[in-house]
Nanobody, 122 residues
Framework: QVQLVESGGGLVRPGGSLRLSCAASGSIFSIVVMGWYRQAPGKQREWVSI???????NYADSVKGRFTISRDNAKNTAYLQMNSLKPEDTALYFCHADVRHTIVDRIPSTYWGQGTQVTVSS
């Protein structure tokens, strides 16, 4: 089993910054991809960013140039650095990870964090 523990959410004013953390623990051989989604009240879940095992990244157009996804392999942790935050960024942010539990596993299992709230308001 794998769990993802998220932190770093909070209240910030427009133009401010936050860094979200997502720490994975448990039965992990490798993490194929890690990524972030968000969901605002009354709206559909929106994909935000993803990072592959090879280090490639991709971003939604709405956050491109403002958000940066990164990882610390030693800590099995992903980060989402959010700069120039806008009220439209207000949402519950979820981390996900596709995990290989052992060396013989070829199809990863997907895990989700509990979500961390980001509120951008003046």
């Amino acid at each position: 089993q794998v769990q993802l523990v998220e932190s770093g959410g909070g209240l910030v004013r427009p133009g401010g910054s936050l860094r979200l953390s997502c720490a994975a623990s448990g039965s992990i051989f490798s993490i194929v991809v890690m990524g972030w989604y968000r969901q605002a009240p009354g709206k559909q879940r929106e994909w935000v960013s993803i990072m592959s095992s090879g280090g490639s990244t991709n971003y939604a157009d709405s956050v491109k140039g403002r958000f940066t996804i990164s990882r610390d392999n030693a800590k099995n942790t992903a980060y989402l650095q959010m700069n120039s935050l806008k009220p439209e960024d207000t949402a519950l942010y979820f981390c996900h990870a596709d995990v290989r539990h052992t060396i013989v596993d070829r199809i990863p299992s997907t895990y989700w964090g509990q979500g961390t709230q980001v509120t951008v308001s003046s």
